[in-house]
């Protein structure tokens, strides 16, 4: 759940924000690094892209789902590896 709360807001804090790609950001960088590699755009359906579209219309039901689910499966292994090492 954490997960979900969260990725909007490291979407945010790196710079994919609602109002574009924020200057001087991870994301400014990234995006001229894609930029840079492609010829000139950041090609449609790249990182950059999605990660954009992520943070201007937010995360769909199934990007969502998918987040919730990584973070409780990796709550679960860091659980488990503690309980393993104490």
Same mark, same amino acid.
Request: charged letters at 0%; glycine letters at 20%.
């Given at each position: ?18 109002? #574009? ?49 990584? #973070? ?15």
């Amino acid at each position: 759940g954490l997960a979900v709360v969260l990725a909007p807001v490291a979407l945010g804090a790196a710079g994919f924000t609602a109002a #574009g790609i924020a200057a001087n950001s991870v994301a400014a960088g990234m995006m001229a690094s894609a930029a840079t590699a492609s010829g000139g755009g950041v090609l449609a359906g790249s990182t950059v892209a999605v990660l954009q579209l992520a943070g201007v219309a937010g995360l769909s039901g199934s990007t969502t789902a998918v987040v919730a689910g990584v #973070g409780g499966a990796v709550g679960w292994l860091t659980a488990t590896a503690a309980g393993l090492t104490s």
